[in-house]
């Protein structure tokens, strides 16, 4: 099993930034990649950002490209996320995920039930 801790969320003007950590424990030897999933009421969870585990490779949806930055700290085993320029739309809970995908499968970084493990969620609320 991978437990996975998420800090960071708070209130932040438009405009501002908020970095999130995610620090994961357990089993960390079998994650594969990492994301970072939001939600708000009523809606579905959506994908924002990940990194592969195991080249550094980064995914970003559309709307937080340019903005949103994923990295990784091997040593620690924590995900971040840099948030800058901020907006009222990016309020959400956001989610740390973690991928330990069967051997021999193809991997999407952006779908959701891919992810095995997940965080309890840190809001993140922008105001305009």
């Known amino acids: 099993q991978v437990q996975l801790v998420e800090s960071g969320g708070g209130l932040v003007q438009a405009g501002g930034s908020l970095r999130l950590s995610c620090a994961a424990s357990?089993?960390?030897?079998?994650?594969?990649?990492m994301g970072w999933f939001r939600q708000n009421p009523g809606k579905e969870r959506e994908f924002v950002a990940a990194?592969?585990?195991?080249?550094?490779?980064?995914y970003y949806a559309d709307s937080v490209k340019g903005r949103f930055i994923v990295s990784r700290d091997n040593a620690k085993n924590t995900l971040y996320l840099q948030m800058n320029s901020l907006k009222p739309e990016d309020t959400a809970v956001y989610y740390c995920?973690?991928?330990?995908?069967?051997?021999?499968?193809?991997?999407?970084?952006?779908?959701?039930?891919?992810?095995?493990?997940w965080g309890q969620g840190t809001r993140v609320t922008v105001s305009s």
């Open positions: 995920a973690a991928l330990d995908p069967p051997l021999g499968s193809v991997v999407a970084f952006g779908l959701e039930y891919q992810y095995n493990y």
């Open positions: 357990g089993r960390t030897f079998r994650i594969y990649g």
């Open positions: 990194i592969d585990w195991t080249d550094g490779n980064t």
